[in-house]
């Protein structure tokens, strides 16, 4: 069974710099899982924001990164806002079509 | 404009069928995996499907053998048949088109279904 994990929580303040990562229960994960990073406020559908480990997807800002760091995929935020106050998701690629989200981070920006 | 545009969803009972709907615009379809992703209120997202543009399918364990996917590029429509239906497939589900390098691109709003006597 895959599993991926992420932080539950996180808090950051205005302004500061938050990683939140993505691991793999089966070992390390590289750029060949093509990690990907989507962004979804309440009620609201989900917004990509990074693909192919450090992509941005059109439109987001700069202050959006991934990356890989150690054995697990990260996304940075640097200078938050309090409108980056949502839940981040992760996406590992398993091969033949098959992805698998991570639980998700609750982003608190106070 | 890329519209992704889900229907279908609704109350049905344990052990009853419904079949989603998501019908797309904007983009060129037929050369775009689909995927559905489904979500619990209040909970994370889930991978449920994906059909290839040539409709290979693959399918999450929970789902396999109770759900089928299925494509008519023409109609830039993709439909999710749901079998056997379990209280615990109550989510909302989001249609989502594939995006670069594997990664999930263009999201629906999400259609709700709920299964539940």
């Known amino acids: 069974q895959t599993v991926v994990t992420q932080e539950p929580s996180f808090s950051v303040s205005p302004g500061g710099t938050v990683t939140l990562t993505c691991a793999l229960n089966?070992?390390?994960?590289?750029?060949?899982?093509?990690p990907s990073w989507y962004q979804q406020t309440p009620g609201q559908a989900p917004r990509t924001l990074i693909y192919?480990?450090?992509t941005r997807s059109s439109g987001v800002p700069d202050r959006f990164s991934g990356s890989i760091l150690g054995n697990k995929a990260a996304l940075t935020i640097t200078g938050a806002q309090a409108d980056d106050e949502s839940d981040y998701y992760c996406?590992?690629?398993?091969?033949?079509?098959?992805?698998?989200f991570g639980g998700g981070t609750k982003l608190t920006v106070l | 404009e890329v519209q992704v545009v889900e229907s279908g969803g609704g109350l049905v009972q344990p052990g009853g069928s419904l079949r989603l709907s998501c019908a797309a615009s904007?983009?060129?379809?037929?050369?775009?995996?689909m995927h559905w992703v489904r979500q619990v209120p209040g909970k994370g997202l889930v991978w449920v499907s994906r059909?290839?543009?040539?409709?290979?399918?693959t399918y999450a364990d929970s789902v396999q053998g109770r759900f089928t996917v299925s494509r008519d590029n023409a109609k830039n429509t993709v439909w999710l048949q749901m079998n056997s239906l379990r209280v615990d497939d109550t989510a909302v589900y989001y249609c989502?088109?594939?995006?670069?390098?594997?990664?999930?691109?263009?999201w629906g709003r999400g259609t709700l279904v709920t299964v539940s006597s």
């Open positions: 989502v088109s594939g995006g670069r390098a594997y990664s999930l691109g263009f």
């Open positions: 996406v590992l690629y398993m091969g033949s079509g098959i992805c698998v």
């Open positions: 059909i290839s543009t040539d409709g290979s399918t």
């Open positions: 089966s070992g390390s994960v590289s750029t060949t899982y093509y």
């Open positions: 192919s480990t450090n």
């Open positions: 904007g983009f060129t379809f037929s050369t775009y995996w």
